[in-house]
Structure formats: structure tokens, C-alpha cells
């Protein structure tokens, strides 16, 4: 999953930075009309700042994609060092309060648990920068939904780009479908051919060795199978 991942948040935060999903339904409504030198401007990505927040896997390849594409800074906040992300993209641990502070561009690749639910809050998106964008594909329950609404309206925050909601399915009349600056999609972070085949492939492989010789390769819950043993 981490390079389907990977390619949607790098994807959203370009459909933000130029306003792309706004733009397209604009000539669906037949506002297309002439040229307008300053109308619908959005922000360009070189030499900017990305802050992750959880460096793993999928966080490490959107590091790549921004390094490579745009030469941006790479900043993280983690529990511990990747010293892997350091080497490849120089990549430099910082507290939350600086990642907060420089991020022009700030995506989210944590696990969700009691310390990251409703992490992303009013007070949070406050010490954000007025120009950033925020991008979560990890889990929507990690922002809260109605505080980055406000923050986009108050022009706290730049954009925000989503690939998960709060709740989902999200509602048809959510206001943030219909915001300039904000592209939001369903959910698919995994959904290509590639990532689903091998998906499926690991949960088969997990089954026939479980069954084989009582182990699961690819186990994400231990203490589940310490209690059915």
C-alpha cells in the first residue's frame, strides 16, 4: 500500500495547491468564460517545507515524490528517528511545535490511537502556517472535521487535501466539497490494481500458514493470537 498511498497524498496536495477539483466543476457549471490574470490563484511547491507526521513506510515515500518532484525540505515529527528517511530525502526530526511552524506543507501518515485522535484541532490548526496545507491519508478521526472547516473559512490554513473523513462516508452536503481550496477523495489510498492483488495475496499467505505451522507472517495484532493459542 505505501506507493498507492503515497501517490494519493502527493496527488492532493497538488489538487490543492491549484485548486484543481474547484477548477474542473467550474466548467461543468459554465464558468469558463474569459481570462482573469488574478482569479483562482494557487501556490507553487518548490523549495517549499513538508512536515510529516508519522515518518514510516508510506510518510518515507511521499518524502521521495516531494524531494525528487520539488526539491521540498523534509521535516518529521516521530517517537523515534528514521534514520532511513534521514539518509535517503535528509529528512530531520523536529518537535511538533516547529513541524507546526514551518510545514507549508503538513501530511499526516500516523497510526490512529488514544494520543492521535483528534490530534489536528482548532488549537493545532492555529499554530499552523496562514499559507499551509494540510493532508491526511492515514485516518479521518485523527482531525476533527468541523475545526478544519472553520479553520478554512478563517483563512487559519491555506487548503486540505483528504483521502479520509470524519465520518465516513462523508455527506453529499459537507461543506468542504464545495471549497476552492480543498480536495477530498473516497477513501481509495489502496485502491489500485497492484496494491489490492498484493493485499489479498498476504491475507491468503497469513491463512495458509497459520493453518500449516501456527504463525501469521504478516501479523498486525499479536495479542490476538497469543489469546486464541
Known sequence: MSDATADVAFGLMIAVSRKMFYMHKTISRGEWTF???KANLGIELKNKVLGIVGLGRIGLQMAIRCK???NMEIIYH???VNTEAEKIVNARLV???EL???SDVLSVHCALNEQTKGMFNRTIFSRMKP?????????GAIHNEQDLI???NRGIIWGAGLDVTNPEPMAATNPLLSMPNVAILPHI???TIEARSEMSRLAALNIVEFYQRGKIPNLVNPEALSVHK
Request: glycine share 6%; charged share 20%.
Open 35 to 37: 481570462f482573469k490574470p
Open 131 to 139: 499559507t499551509s496545507i494540510f493532508i491526511n491519508t492515514a485516518r
Open 78 to 80: 516521530n517517537r523515534k
Open 100 to 102: 507546526l511552524n514551518s
Open 68 to 70: 525528487g518532484a520539488y
Open 189 to 191: 489510498g489502496s485502491a
Open 150 to 152: 472553520d479553520a478554512l
Open 95 to 97: 518537535s511538533f511545535d
